[in-house]
């Protein structure tokens, strides 16, 4: 029962360190501003959450599913979305894309450059999911 405690409450300092790293960033408010979506917000929260949990339920246990190609074609597609905009928020909020587009003269393609990242971590993920992962 302690260890289970334990897991647990290492599990949502882990998530909360998390989240608060990405909300001191100001990463989660600047996707929410990209994306102008900012009537989901509740929508943003509640994946974020879950995602926390599930990642360190599978991480601290040896846990083995054995999914089909479509349902990891999904799980890829939606992983890729994620960490594809989340890295286009990153680079965002840390001024990267603005810098370099000024730089090579291509300020007016600023939403091309930033789906360019977007669609690059997506088509990543799922070469991954079903390359590596389903073999």
């Known amino acids: 029962m302690v260890e289970i405690v334990i897991g647990f409450s290492s599990g949502i300092v882990i998530g909360s360190a998390f989240i608060a790293l990405l ?3 100001g990463i989660i408010p600047r996707l929410i501003q990209l994306s102008e979506t900012a009537h ?9 959450i879950l995602g926390l949990f599930v990642g360190t339920y599978l991480t601290f246990t040896n846990s083995s599913y054995d999914f089909s190609t479509g349902t ?4 890829g597609l939606l992983q890729g979305v ?8 990153l680079v965002e909020v840390l001024n990267v894309f603005p810098l370099l587009s000024r730089r090579i003269g291509l300020e007016d393609y600023m939403r ?3 789906m360019a990242v977007v669609f690059g971590k997506i088509f990543g993920s799922l070469f991954q999911w079903l390359y590596f992962v389903k073999q």
């Open 72 to 75: 990891l074609t999904v799980w």
């Open 112 to 114: 091309v450059l930033l």
């Open 40 to 48: 989901l917000v509740r929508l943003y929260i509640i994946p974020l």
């Open 82 to 89: 994620f960490n594809g905009m989340l890295a286009a928020a």
């Open 23 to 25: 909300t001191f960033l």
